[in-house]
């Protein structure tokens, strides 16, 4: 029973252009978004988060939009380059213990130079 | 300082045999997590620990999947009479805390099970 649904499951992009991956939620209990980036043959690591009391954290080149009405939120990374080509994983944590984590099947994302 | 460590880093059986896949959390976080990956999927919750009980365990696919937790820091993933669909990269993560709003878990490199 799949909770966090995400699109797409590749994207190739051109260096210098925008990467956009998309999730949706459905159970509303959720009160923690987590992207995370998994390069072939390491672990995910985290890579910018947000609370839904918010509906855009920027961090460098990597910018979280979340629409909490929508139960929908997105990763976009601008200027996208060569390293960023990686699995991108979205998650969602359920609220009050936060610590069950269900993850999104993951977007393969190639950058090409 | 040191991240998390899982061993073996690739493990490869029979069919019907069993296996013990570790897990070395890193230093002072109190919960620990149990993840599968198949190939090309994403990350298939399996057991959390806090400190050495595991409140959650719905993610265990069958009974013959098992963990432990011992001293509040170094798990051990048991998987008896493997088949062939129980390939897999287990992943293994630890946060310093698991209530909370904020839940960064740090994985580990995983194990990558194939079951022959």
């Known amino acids: 029973q799949q909770q966090v649904k995400q699109s797409p499951q590749s994207l190739i992009v051109q260096k210098g252009g925008i990467s956009i991956i998309n999730c949706a939620y459905e159970?509303?209990?959720?009160?923690?978004f987590p992207w995370y980036q998994q390069f072939p043959g390491k672990g995910p690591a985290l890579l910018i988060a947000?609370?839904?009391?918010?509906s855009e954290k920027k961090e460098g080149r990597f910018t979280i939009s979340f629409n909490k009405s929508a139960k929908q939120f997105s990763l976009h990374i601008m200027d996208s380059q060569p390293g960023d080509s990686a699995t991108y994983f979205c998650?969602?944590?359920?609220?009050?213990?936060?610590?069950?984590?269900?993850f999104g099947a993951g977007t393969r994302l190639f950058v090409k130079a | 300082g040191a991240g998390v460590s899982q061993s073996p880093s690739n493990k490869v059986t029979e069919k019907g045999k069993d296996v013990e896949l570790r897990c070395d959390p890193i230093?002072?976080?109190?919960?620990l997590y149990w993840y599968r990956q198949s190939l090309g999927q994403g990350l298939e919750f399996l057991i959390y620990?806090?400190?050495?009980?595991?409140?959650?365990k719905s993610g265990l696919p069958s009974d013959r999947f098992s963990a432990e937790r011992t001293g509040g820091s170094v798990s051990t993933l048991t998987i008896q009479r493997t088949q062939q669909e129980d390939s897999a990269v287990y992943l293994c993560?630890?946060?310093?805390?698991?209530?909370?709003?904020?839940?960064?878990?740090?994985f580990g490199p995983g194990t990558r099970l194939t079951v022959l």
């Open positions: 159970n509303t209990a959720f009160d923690y």
């Open positions: 947000i609370r839904p009391d918010v």
């Open positions: 230093s002072g976080h109190t919960a």
């Open positions: 993560a630890s946060s310093l805390l698991a209530g909370g709003p904020v839940n960064e878990q740090f």
């Open positions: 998650a969602a944590v359920s609220g009050g213990g936060g610590f069950k984590t269900i």
């Open positions: 620990f806090q400190g050495n009980s595991a409140p959650d």
